[in-house]
């Protein structure tokens, strides 16, 4: 008898554990669902893209509110590379950013700040203001170079489906202190979400004509296929 009562009570232990740990499971608040298409939004990944003359290699980690990315770009013609290192902080929808991108000829330094404003469930804006310098070497002088301020501003307009998957806008005008010029460029693009944690995408980039010391730059577009992992 007394074996029975000791079993008896094991199971009602057991028992009174387990509805605990349902209970306090579904009290527990959901987690928030991440659309990776949000430039604030916290997660890491690891991605590649190319275009007609790049092949890209892409990942970013999450920290908290603190977001660390790394891009690796090849040229298909030359075999140059060149890349950009990022560093975001995101608090309460406003965010900081330090860019570092370049080659071996050019080399630029972006500090921003980014608003998200959330319109609704679906619909976001996120203006965006950065201030920084550039420096290019000059053609057959080693170790010269011309070096101007820049200032940069866009907005970034994104619609996000219930599903996870993302359409996108960002117009942006970056300002050349010592040419006096402006270059004027539009993205637009989207992701679709294949898996929860695998996404395909496309995105073109266009760049308006400006002027540079060397002669006007030509309008430029180029189209980007995308596939990333999330983890």
Same mark, same amino acid.
């Given at each position: 008898m007394s074996k029975l009562i000791a079993k008896t009570s094991i199971i !009602?232990? !057991?028992?009174?554990?387990?509805l605990s740990l349902n209970a306090m499971a579904a009290e527990a608040p959901a987690e928030e669902k991440v659309n990776y298409g949000d430039p604030t939004a916290s997660f890491s990944t690891v991605g590649v893209s190319t275009s007609?003359?790049?092949?890209q290699i892409s990942g970013m980690m999450g920290i908290g509110n603190n977001m660390y990315q790394l891009?690796?770009?090849r040229d298909k013609n030359t075999g140059d590379f060149s890349g950009r290192g990022r560093y975001f902080h995101i608090t309460d929808g406003l965010g900081y950013s330090v860019d570092v991108i370049g080659d071996a000829d050019t080399q630029t330094l972006l500090g921003g700040l980014m608003y998200k404003f959330q319109l609704s469930d679906n619909v976001s804006?996120?203006?965006m203001l950065s201030l920084g310098g550039t420096q290019t070497k000059r053609?057959?002088?080693n170790d010269k170079y011309d070096r101007s301020s820049l200032v940069q501003a866009g907005v970034y307009a994104m619609y996000g489906f219930d599903a996870g998957h993302w359409l996108y806008a960002n117009p942006k005008s970056t300002y050349h202190v010592k040419n006096e010029s402006f270059i004027n460029q539009v993205e637009v693009g989207g992701g679709f979400m294949v898996t929860d944690n695998i996404s395909v995408g496309a995105k073109v980039e266009y760049t308006a004509a400006f002027d540079t010391p060397q002669g006007r730059m030509k309008e430029d577009t180029v189209t980007w296929l995308q !596939?990333?992992?999330y983890f």
């Amino acid at each position: 008898m007394s074996k029975l009562i000791a079993k008896t009570s094991i199971i !009602a232990v !057991a028992t009174c554990a387990l509805l605990s740990l349902n209970a306090m499971a579904a009290e527990a608040p959901a987690e928030e669902k991440v659309n990776y298409g949000d430039p604030t939004a916290s997660f890491s990944t690891v991605g590649v893209s190319t275009s007609k003359d790049v092949d890209q290699i892409s990942g970013m980690m999450g920290i908290g509110n603190n977001m660390y990315q790394l891009d690796l770009n090849r040229d298909k013609n030359t075999g140059d590379f060149s890349g950009r290192g990022r560093y975001f902080h995101i608090t309460d929808g406003l965010g900081y950013s330090v860019d570092v991108i370049g080659d071996a000829d050019t080399q630029t330094l972006l500090g921003g700040l980014m608003y998200k404003f959330q319109l609704s469930d679906n619909v976001s804006i996120f203006p965006m203001l950065s201030l920084g310098g550039t420096q290019t070497k000059r053609p057959l002088e080693n170790d010269k170079y011309d070096r101007s301020s820049l200032v940069q501003a866009g907005v970034y307009a994104m619609y996000g489906f219930d599903a996870g998957h993302w359409l996108y806008a960002n117009p942006k005008s970056t300002y050349h202190v010592k040419n006096e010029s402006f270059i004027n460029q539009v993205e637009v693009g989207g992701g679709f979400m294949v898996t929860d944690n695998i996404s395909v995408g496309a995105k073109v980039e266009y760049t308006a004509a400006f002027d540079t010391p060397q002669g006007r730059m030509k309008e430029d577009t180029v189209t980007w296929l995308q !596939a990333n992992y999330y983890f």
